[in-house]
Nanobody, 120 residues
């Protein structure tokens, strides 16, 4: 069984920083992409940033230059460093990964979500 555990959310003032972490655990054979999504109240879930197993990254235009995604393959962990936070970054942030478990089919897995609140 595969689990994703997120941490690092909280309340921060405009211009502040937060670092989110998402650790995958369980019977994992391989992990391909790892990414972060967010969902603000009344809005659809949107992609924030993604990183492949080789380290290639892509991010939403709204966070370019402010957010950085990285991963530690040895720890099966993905990070999202968020700088220069704005009130519009307020949302629940979800980790998403594509994992191939041992003796099971590849699947997309989601974290439980972590709340990020940016005050003006």
């Amino acid at each position: 069984q595969v689990q994703l555990v997120e941490s690092g959310g909280g309340l921060v003032q405009t211009g502040g920083s937060l670092r989110l972490s998402c650790a995958a655990s369980g019977s994992i054979l391989s992990i391909s992409y790892m990414g972060w999504y967010r969902q603000a109240p009344g809005k659809q879930r949107e992609l924030v940033a993604v990183i492949t197993s080789s380290g290639s990254t892509n991010s939403a235009y709204s966070v370019k230059g402010r957010f950085t995604i990285s991963r530690d393959n040895g720890k099966s962990t993905v990070y999202l460093q968020m700088n220069s936070l704005k009130p519009e970054d307020t949302a629940v942030y979800y980790c998403n990964t594509r994992i191939t478990p041992w003796r099971a089919n590849v699947g997309d897995y989601w974290g439980q979500g972590t709340q990020v609140n940016v005050s003006s």
